[in-house]
């Protein structure tokens, strides 16, 4: 069973840069037609779809975020990572990684708590 865990610095000021970091243990990122997520949920509203790495390296973004979003890997680490430039208070939210393959979300991180405050 694949595990994943979220880390990352909780308190980001605006304007700055929130990076969060997925490590997975129990699998590989470059397992064949397994995709990572990102996806996150502000406070009293549902999850918001980030963004995705593939098992090859490809990426894909949520038109919305698109702009502010880059998601990269480390294969030697077996982890993968997300950085939201120029934040707002709009982006306070739990922010969970996962796994997806065959449009079957079967692992989730615990989540991590962003906050963006000055």
């Known amino acids: 069973q694949v595990q994943l865990q979220e880390s990352g610095p909780g308190l980001v000021k605006p304007s700055q840069t929130l990076s969060l970091t997925c490590t997975v243990s129990?699998?590989?990122?470059?397992?064949?037609?397994?995709?990572w997520h990102w996806i996150r949920q502000p406070p009293g509203k549902g999850l918001e779809w980030i963004g995705t790495i593939g098992y090859e390296g490809s990426n894909s973004y949520s038109p919305s975020l698109k702009s502010r979003t880059s998601i990269s890997r480390d294969t030697s680490k077996n982890q993968f990572s997300l950085q939201l430039s120029s934040v707002t208070p709009e982006d306070t939210a739990v922010y969970y990684c996962a796994s997806e393959t065959g449009w079957h979300f079967g692992s989730w991180g615990q989540g991590t708590q962003v906050t963006v405050s000055s």
């Open positions: 129990g699998g590989s990122i470059t397992t064949t037609d397994y995709f």
